[in-house]
Each structure stands twice: as C-alpha cells, then as structure tokens.
C-alpha cells in the first residue's frame, strides 16, 4: 500500500522552530520529487517547498525563504522539513506530496497542523 505519513506538527509560539517529516511507505522516495504544501483557513492550498529526485535540488515559496530547509534521507524513505522563526502567518495544515506542483501529485499525506501563537 503507498502512502505518506506527515508528523512533527504541533504549537509553537512566535520565533520558534519545528521539524516535520514525511513517511514513505510502499514506494521509495528517492525516485520522487517530494514537496510540502500547506493550506491555511479559509484559504487555497500553497506549495512550500519541494526537493528534487537526484541532486537534491531545493525550491523554497518567497514567504520561507531563509527559514524553512527540506531534506531527505534515503535511507530512511523520509523527507524533512526544518522551519525556524516560525510566523502566526505560517499556521496551516502541512502536507506532503509526490510532486512540487498541485495538481501533478499522485500521492498525499493526510496532513499535520501547525499553528505558531503566543
């Protein structure tokens, strides 16, 4: 059975940091572009990050750029995502995904919240 499994989510106030993870199961991931998306109330869902299959190349959104760092370890079929000085703006449902675009993912995760108050 293929699937993602996000966790690592959690509150945390203002300037704080987290580090999510993203499971694979049932497929590896080194062979898959892997992104983070997150989708905030109210609003449509936004890619993040992403990390490429082979090099490892990274693309960050303009609004975590110099905060958030993705990973992956291949060896343990998981992809990380590090976020420091984390924002009340950064509160959402973070996901995973087999893609760095929307609508060409094949697989998802079932998401983690992330909500950063004081």
């Known amino acids: 059975q293929v699937q993602l499994v996000e966790s690592g989510g959690g509150l945390v106030q203002p300037g704080g940091s987290l580090r999510l993870s993203c499971a694979a199961s049932g497929f590896t991931l080194d062979y898959y572009v892997i992104g983070w998306f997150r989708q905030a109330p109210g609003k449509e869902r936004e890619g993040v990050s992403c990390i490429s299959s082979r090099r490892g190349s990274t693309y960050y959104a303009d609004s975590v750029k110099g905060r958030f760092t993705i990973s992956r370890d291949n060896a343990k079929n998981t992809v990380y995502l590090k976020m420091n000085s984390l924002k009340p703006e950064d509160t959402a449902v973070y996901y995973c995904?087999?893609?760095?675009?929307?609508?060409?993912?094949?697989?998802w995760g079932q998401g983690t919240q992330v909500t950063v108050s004081s």
């Open positions: 995904a087999s893609a760095c675009v929307i609508h060409e993912a094949d697989y």
